[in-house]
């Protein structure tokens, strides 16, 4: 299993909206996904439609009791795509997992033996804690949003500080599979020399493919469904849709063939 951290110390980038869609449409294509929120906010479980009553076994449950990640698995209304949903307790995860000594391994350890999925996305809060510092540490590989906006490179260069000294720590296999440009309007000057910057300071490993301002990506979640669902031809859907085939062309080959 490829196991990539959607992560920006950054909130309002398009996070949870990017895991939802892309984690979709990989299923879509045929790869047995799987998604794990480790946001407190619990929100890419909402926007998959878990309801917070439903959450038993959850990714607290993983972090801090160490439960089989077997057990913690949901099916979701995607054929094709499992979620380990997030509860409102691991919001206190980070304290709770200051005194042990492996606290930044426990998701590694949960995720390495596991085969009952080909890919598993990695919905990260928006900050640099234990929770972040887990998902990077069990992650193959990092997949960036960066929103159009005056201060998103500033913002990537300390996620990418973050990123050597996990390589240096925890994870030297740790890499970067591309940043993706979210929340672009191109009747904004500033949006498209934003999207100018990025690509001259990263060159090709940002991708083709931009997330534009979209108002079914933002009504989709409120349906508990990801915008693929709710509205497959809107052009947000389109533009995730663009995203997954960039990434695929992006796996190794012998990830692609699995």
């Known amino acids: 299993m490829i196991t990539i951290a959607i992560a920006n110390q950054k909130g309002g980038v398009g996070k949870t909206t990017t895991a939802i869609n892309i984690a979709t449409a990989m299923a879509a294509t045929g790869w047995r996904t799987l998604l794990v929120d ?3 906010q619990g929100n890419a479980s909402t926007g998959m439609g878990v309801a917070a009553a439903d959450r038993e076994g959850s990714s ?9 990640l077997a057990e ?53 809060p928006p900050s640099l804690g234990l929770l972040t510092l887990n998902a990077l540490g069990a992650a193959d590989t990092l997949l960036v949003p960066l929103q159009c906006e005056f201060f998103a490179l500033e913002g990537l260069s300390q996620l990418l500080q973050t990123v050597e000294r996990v ?9 970067i599979v591309g940043v993706v440009l979210t929340m672009f309007d191109r009747r904004n000057r500033l949006t498209d020399q934003v999207a100018d910057d990025v690509r001259d300071c990263l060159g090709n490993l940002v ?33 995730y849709i663009a995203l997954a085939r960039e990434l695929i062309g992006r796996l190794p080959e012998r990830r692609k063939a699995a």
């Open 38 to 40: 480790l946001d407190p």
């Open 60 to 68: 607290y449950d993983i972090l801090v009791d160490q439960v089989p």
């Open 72 to 124: 913690c698995v949901h099916e979701t209304t995607i054929p094709g795509l499992d979620i380990v949903p997030a509860t409102v307790d691991l919001s206190g995860a980070e304290v709770e997992l200051v005194s042990v000594e492996d606290r930044t391994a426990r998701l590694r350890s949960a995720l390495e033996h596991h085969r009952g999925h080909e890919i598993c996305f990695i919905d990260c």
């Open 167 to 175: 390589q240096q720590r925890f994870n030297p296999d740790l890499g």
């Open 207 to 239: 991708f083709e493919a931009v997330i534009p301002r979209n108002v079914r990506l933002s009504e989709a979640p409120s349906h508990g469904l990801p915008a693929l669902v709710y509205d497959h031809a809107c052009a947000g859907s389109r533009a």
